[in-house]
């Protein structure tokens, strides 16, 4: 379960390395995101917002370790996530598509 939400990681990567920068910057982004995204979450603030956060999602892999495992929640949270990829892989090819590889 934790390989399966670690793919958002990789596949946000994969999109911004489709666009015109360097691999570095695009991981480095992609650590950004997810460094705001948790800021976000765990901020007393914005506890109204914080189970719309993607880190809620990625963190689904604990809830195995519960006595009574939450299937429902799980299924729902990485529905989510592949819907996340989806639209990651689609935005990567439409960026990747659009770059002009000779110089």
Known sequence: MLVA????????ALTLSCFDVKPGTA??????VFLVDEF???????????????STRLLTWRQ??????????????YSDLLRVDVVLALV???AFRRRELTS
């Open 5 to 12: 939400a670690s793919l958002t990681v990789t596949m946000l």
């Open 27 to 32: 991981t480095a982004l992609a650590v950004a």
């Open 40 to 54: 976000v979450r765990l901020q007393p603030a914005f506890v109204t917002i914080a189970p719309y956060c993607l």
């Open 64 to 77: 195995v370790f519960n006595d009574t495992i939450p299937w429902l929640r799980i299924q729902r949270n």
């Open 92 to 94: 990567a090819w439409w």
